[in-house]
């Protein structure tokens, strides 16, 4: 039998052809994206410590290669899986009806959920710039934290990360990256909650307070990273 132009050809795919089980997918993949985020910004959060902080941080996560390896192909299979769908949904939306729901919609139409695919794409973007700047350690060389060593001969990822948000624009940058991340999670935390079955008519008010608190809390913790070696608070 021929297959339509839209529909999966993979077998393994064909759930895909599913409204609501590729929103369940697009829903799982982003909370696991969101568990990413807050073990990310605890790592992160080691540079108030000092050099003697972040460093040990960084040097625990790259003793171990194939434990840091299977974490990286996670996330990335997670973040490919989310990208993908949330550009079909998008696309699929322009040319129909909005997909329908396993259950009863309540959510608004917010300035947040018309904006997902553009805080998305900038989401993707600035990562890209991220990694080339502190993963692979491109951008600045002459500030690279395997470059630079501490007093014990660590990668100095301290001073690359300080060196780096003493730059205005690139602190500017982050601002706008993390204004976007929390944007993006103010609408898809509790869309997501309801797309898993969790919130109800009643219960939805609660996630919506809940989702903003969590994009408010990921905006101000990770903000205060370039915010506070700016204004010379971090040295
Ligand atoms: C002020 C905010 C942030 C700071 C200071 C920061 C810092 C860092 C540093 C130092 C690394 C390199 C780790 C290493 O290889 O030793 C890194 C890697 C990374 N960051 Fe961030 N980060 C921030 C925000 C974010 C955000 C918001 C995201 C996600 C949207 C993110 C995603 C990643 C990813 C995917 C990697 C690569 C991890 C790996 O190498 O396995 N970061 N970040």
New binding site residues.
Partial sequence: MATAPNECTCSCLKVLDNPVAKKMLMALTGFG?VG??FI??I??MS?YAGPGG?NV??QT??ALPPI?WA??GA?LLL?VIHVWLGIKVTLENQVARPTPYARREYLKVTFASRTMIWTGAV?AL??VY??LH??IQMLYPDTA?NALKDVLGR?D?YT??VAS?KKAGVALL?VV??FA?ALHVSHGFHSGLQTLGLASEKTLPLWTRLALCVAAF?FIA??S??ASILAGMVN
């Fill in positions: 994206l990413f985020l990310h910004l790592g992160n540079l972040i941080y960084g996560l790259h840091v974490f990286r996330m973040f989401i600035i990562l991220h990694i502190f993963t934290a990668p990822v690359m990360v948000f982050y990256w993390m991340v990921f990770y903000t990273i370039p």
